[in-house]
C-alpha cells in the first residue's frame, strides 16, 4: 500500500517562498502521475498542479507562473516549489495521484501566508 508523507510547509509572509515535498513509499511510483492538492478554510480539496510520468506538468489559473512542480524518481518525491505567495495561497496541502483512483491520503503540510 502507498503511503505519501508531505512536508516543507510553514509560515511565510506574502511574496515569500516555500517548497513542499512528498515522498510516497511503494513501487509505483516513477509509472504515476502526481498532483499537488489543497484545501483551505471551508473550501474543498483542489487542484493546484500535475506532473506526468514524463515530466509533462499543468497548473490551475491561480498559481500559474508562482509554483513549478517537479519530480525525482529515484527519490519517490514530487516537490512544490512556491513563489510569489499571497495569503489565498494558504492550507492544507497534499499530493496524490493526479486525477485519480486516488491512494490514502496524507496528513498533508501546512501553508500560512501572512499578510
Known amino acids: 500500500q502507498v503511503q505519501l508523507v508531505e512536508s516543507g510547509g510553514g509560515l511565510v509572509q506574502a511574496g515569500g517562498s516555500l517548497t513542499l515535498s512528498c515522498t510516497a513509499s511503494?513501487?509505483?511510483?516513477?509509472?504515476?502521475?502526481w498532483g499537488w492538492y489543497r484545501q483551505g478554510p471551508g473550501n474543498e480539496r483542489e487542484l493546484v498542479a500535475g506532473?506526468?510520468?514524463?515530466?509533462?506538468?499543468s497548473y490551475a489559473d491561480f498559481v500559474k507562473g508562482r509554483f513549478a512542480i517537479s519530480r525525482d524518481n529515484a527519490k519517490s518525491s514530487v516537490y512544490l516549489q512556491m513563489n510569489s505567495l499571497r495569503p489565498e495561497d494558504a492550507g492544507l496541502y497534499f499530493c496524490n495521484t493526479l486525477g485519480g483512483p486516488y491512494v490514502s491520503w496524507g496528513q498533508g503540510t501546512q501553508v500560512t501566508v501572512s499578510s
Open positions: 506532473i506526468t510520468a514524463w515530466h509533462s506538468t
Open positions: 511503494g513501487s509505483i511510483f516513477s509509472i504515476v502521475a
